[in-house]
């Protein structure tokens, strides 16, 4: 079976449409940036410390009389939100003061109300200096990621496609990031761990590319950088298409059936899947091409006799 | 063309049934047990295996299985059983010197067990359980030491009849003598006291100040540290959890884990305490030295006590809870230490009272501005006191407490008291529904990605789809075999993990693919086509995935609980893709088409 022809030649990389692609991107990233700035994120716990509880009712719960009952105890400032289902709710409160035993002991109460069917699904308690510590942990990690990948690419590569793929990563992760600042939805550490996937994944499809571009710039002499580009990612268009599918059909699964906790993480998977393969090919190559990449960056230096006998 | 060698089809072939045996004990489901661990720590032997096999069988209900594992006991019971009744005989005539615990355990045929084969290790998000990180209080540690040193320097001082005063401040002792002329003699006392310590000379010619060795904090911090933990041990082995885990993490903090505990009010209770006692005599005239008054509990009289303690919580060896007279007591005994003390106390002090003093710190935030900030609150109350009738040295009995405290109290004296206080920085519990749940709903979604990415490929792929799928199935197997073989837990993050590399481990042969199709259509034989896909395919597989790793070495390595199971799932995912999609794949291509003529190849 083919879903794409067998040769395509599609002009990715045209003047036109690069100025149209930057232009789609640097939209993305503008939106994401201004909403960063201004609305920020709906951090979960992990980063901002805090109590969160959630509850399994027998029935429907009722969010009006819960909240109530929490207001009587003194927790005004409890979010009281549905989870997954009528009957599970989830409970998140701020820092608090006193003694967190004795919070929990008060939460609980308060919640079940008195009936013994109702059970504590979950409870997690992170103190705000851990939430800062794990907030720290997390940014460290994307920036020593992406420098490690920016050195192995300029080692296996060369520096103008390392630049060209740091910085389709940097795309991938901030228009990912911004969807969620976007659209509120909660950013807890299992988002930082599939912003992380998407970088490796869109590193995956870019390098990709980038070895068939050098393999192009060694066999298609002649071409200028743009045709050779143009004829490498059409080559790979097929299995960029492929993989990107059925990366993306597991994920639809893990969102659908994977259950509300893992949600924000699919989320953030698809999102950043589809981003990073649209990158990979605008952005990487687009940005090594406008560095005016061409095929003398990539001929070994001397090292081995037998390639320099091949060389015109 | 097209044909591995023996060899390499024999590797193959020997890895893939490694694989299969290692996944293996995943297929048993899991039944009632009974885990029993020895509380002295030394490992249970056959002897004591058929002890408490017999023990079980009496009150009437027989063990399908009975072994030992990693020096514990493990008694398996037909699904269903109800081990309520039977762990409870099991505490009653065990409890004092062996941790009983209730658990699920695989239900593996000996042979698989004999063979030192294991499950998956399940993390707390799907078995349900308790994550606790504990904030050992490094100052608290510090100023206590601090303290003993006062009174021990205050008592030899005294011995060599060398007039003072002592000053502790902000862990500085100030000894300021009544005659200059003894300040050398101050000084060769305090080092024969302790030779660690820095003594300095005073500003005003007739003191000393002397303060801990920045060897001596270390020191006193890491036996903090170390005490915390042997402590919390204990806790943990009273507590009847299966498989607890009490860890050192970083410079200052404890991890513990508690599988499958259900409610974690009662057990942060007991981890967290800091409850202790101490004995001193009551200052009659109340004008002594260093004394102070204490408060008596809600509605009894304060009193002013003595500086010097007798003895206290540390030096506590047993502790029992009962009742006397109907009311609730502790039996304590002391070390030959706290013994020795308090006989020589009790003889010199006949017809005097005696206070025993509860102590307990407990941490409470509070907001200051926007900021959190955290307070440490310390109780000293008086629970009792009593007139000294006679002489007693090891073994005695406190009352004064209430119905229920009793209980928790000698449980936290008979594990010893905590070096310093822990607080608790980071809670989370799993009930076992959710964690249920998340086994069920991640296991879900792996079937059903599995599934659709299994009948996308032979559609797409055909035959070459087919082996892929070979391939695609043994990676699975794979990842589950080196998860059971490295005991890494499997968190729900980690099936997630699982499901993004099923998505992803196919692009190696879409890759390999892809090239194969392009190769024919470039012309070349069929033969030919597979080989160069295969080899040429392979500088960009490589590529590609060792970039993924890297993003995932780095999250194993900075990332913190759940998220490092997704790391290790996505880093063993990658590793073992890259073989089934290149070798394994090769191997059956090449076993079904190297060799023959070919007109075409079902790619």
């Known amino acids: 079976m083919r879903m794409i022809k067998d040769k395509t030649s599609i002009d990715f990389l045209g003047p036109t449409r690069r100025k149209t692609a930057m232009a789609i991107s640097g939209l993305f990233i503008i939106a994401s940036l201004i909403s960063l700035a201004t609305r920020g994120l709906e951090f979960g716990i992990d980063f901002t410390g805090g109590i969160l509880l959630e509850v399994g009712y027998e029935e429907a719960a009722d969010l009006d009389a819960i909240r109530a009952n929490l207001v009587i105890e003194g927790y005004s400032n409890a979010q009281v939100q549905r989870f997954g289902s009528e009957n599970v709710v989830l409970v998140r409160l701020p820092p608090q003061e006193g003694n967190v035993d004795e919070i929990r002991e008060r939460l609980q109460h308060s919640l079940q109300d008195g009936d013994e069917k109702t059970v504590l699904r979950r409870v997690e308690f992170v103190s705000p200096q851990v939430g800062s510590e794990l907030a720290e942990r997390g940014a460290l990690a994307m920036i020593v990621a992406l420098m490690l990948i920016f050195l192995y690419v300029m080692v296996r590569f060369q520096w103008k496609f390392s630049l060209g793929a740091v910085a389709a990563l940097a795309h991938d992760a901030i228009i990912t990031v911004g969807f969620f600042s976007i659209f509120g939805w909660p950013f807890d550490l299992t988002v930082v761990a599939a912003v992380l996937a998407v970088i490796g994944y869109s590193l995956n499809d870019t390098v990709v590319v980038f070895d068939r571009i050098r393999e192009n710039f060694l066999t298609l002499r002649g071409k200028a950088g743009e045709e050779a580009m143009n004829i490498s990612i059409n080559e790979m268009l097929a299995r960029t298409i492929i993989t990107g599918l059925t990366t993306l059909l597991v994920l639809v699964a893990l969102l659908t059936l994977g259950g509300e906790s893992i949600a924000p993480f699919s989320i953030a998977l698809i999102i950043g899947i589809v981003v990073g393969t649209y990158s990979s090919t605008y952005i990487a190559s687009a940005i090594a091409l406008m560095l005016d990449i061409n095929p003398q960056d990539l001929i070994e230096p001397i090292k081995d006799a037998s390639l320099l006998d091949d060389l015109p | ?603």
């Not at chain 2, 615990?101 to 067990?113: G, H, I, M, S």
């Not at chain 2, 001596?216 to 042997?230: L, M, V, W």
């Not at chain 2, 204490?294 to 060896?317: C, F, N, T, W």
């Not at chain 2, 003390?341 to 509070?366: C, D, G, H, W, Y």
């Open chain 2, 1 to 603: 063309m097209n044909k591995y060698p023996v060899w390499l089809n024999t590797l193959v072939l020997v890895i893939l049934i490694a694989g299969c045996l290692l996944a293996l004990p995943n297929l048993y489901g899991s039944v009632p047990a009974v885990q029993i661990a020895n509380n002295g720590g030394s490992e249970y032997d056959n002897e004591r295996l058929q002890e408490y096999r017999q023990f079980v069988e009496k009150t009437g209900v027989t063990p399908e299985a009975a072994y030992i594992q990693d020096g514990r006991v493990v008694l398996r019971f037909d699904a269903g059983t109800d081990l309520a009744p039977v762990v409870l005989e099991l505490k009653t005539r065990y409890g004092r010197v062996a941790n009983i615990a209730q658990t699920l355990a695989p239900k593996l045929p000996e042979w698989v067990r004999n063979a030192g084969l294991n499950t998956m290790s399940l993390g707390l998000d799907l078995r349900g359980g308790v994550y606790v990180l504990l904030e050992v209080d490094m100052n608290t540690a510090i100023d206590t030491r601090m303290g003993l040193y006062e009174q021990a320097f205050d008592d030899s001082l005294r011995e060599a009849k060398i007039r003072h005063r002592l000053d502790l401040d902000d862990r500085v002792i100030t000894i300021r003598l009544t005659a200059p002329d003894d300040l050398e003699a101050a000084r060769t006392v305090i080092e024969r006291a302790d030779g660690d310590v820095l003594v300095a000379d005073g500003t005003d010619g007739k003191s000393l100040t002397v303060r801990m060795s920045e060897t001596q904090i270390k020191a006193r911090q890491d036996f903090a540290i170390e005490q915390n933990i042997t402590t919390l041990r204990n806790r943990v082995d009273q507590l009847g959890v299966a498989e607890p885990l009490v860890q050192r993490q970083g410079v200052d903090r404890i991890v513990v884990q508690l599988p499958g505990v259900q409610d974690p009010n009662e057990i942060n209770k007991i981890l967290t305490a800091t409850a202790t006692l101490e004995f001193r005599l009551v200052d009659q005239s109340g004008t002594e030295p260093g004394s102070r008054r204490y408060p008596g509990r809600p509605g009894e009289d304060s009193q002013v006590l003595k500086r010097k303690v007798i003895a206290s919580g540390d030096q506590i060896v047993d502790a029992a809870s009962g009742f006397s007279e109907g009311r609730p007591i502790v039996s304590i005994t002391l070390d030959s230490a706290g013994g020795e003390s308090m006989l020589q106390t009790t003889m010199n002090n006949l017809k005097k009272p005696m206070s025993t003093v509860f102590i307990e710190t407990r941490r409470e935030a509070i907001k200051v501005g926007n900021e959190v900030e955290y307070r440490d609150i310390k109780t000293e109350e008086i629970i009792n006191t009593a007139t000294i009738q006679g002489i007693f040295k090891n073994r005695f009995q406190i009352s004064g407490l209430r119905p229920g405290e009793a209980h928790d109290l000698a449980l936290l004296l008979r594990a010893g008291a905590l070096a310093a206080p822990v607080f608790k920085i980071d809670e989370r519990t799993i009930g076992p529904s959710l964690g249920q749940d998340n086994i069920d709903r991640g296991f879900n979604a792996i079937r059903i990605g599995f599934l659709s990415v299994i009948l996308f490929m032979v559609v797409y792929y055909r035959t070459f789809g087919l082996i892929a799928n070979i391939a695609l199935l043994s990676n699975v197997v794979f990842i589950v075999a080196m998860l059971s073989l490295l005991q890494a837990s499997l968190t729900l993050p980690g099936i997630a993990g699982i499901v993004l590399t099923i998505g992803m481990a196919v692009d190696a042969n879409v890759l390999i693919f892809e090239r194969i199709r392009e190769e024919l259509a470039a012309g070349a034989a069929p033969q030919t086509a597979i080989n160069s896909g295969y080899e040429k395919a392979f500088s960009s597989i490589a590529d590609a995935n060792i970039t993924t790793l890297i993003a995932a070495v780095v999250l194993f390595g900075i990332g913190t609980g759940s998220i490092k199971g997704f790391a290790i799932t996505l880093m063993l995912g990658i590793i073992t893709s890259m073989f089934t999609a290149i070798v394994g794949t090769r191997a059956i291509v090449n076993l079904f088409y190297g060799g023959r003529k070919l007109t075409s190849v079902p790619v």
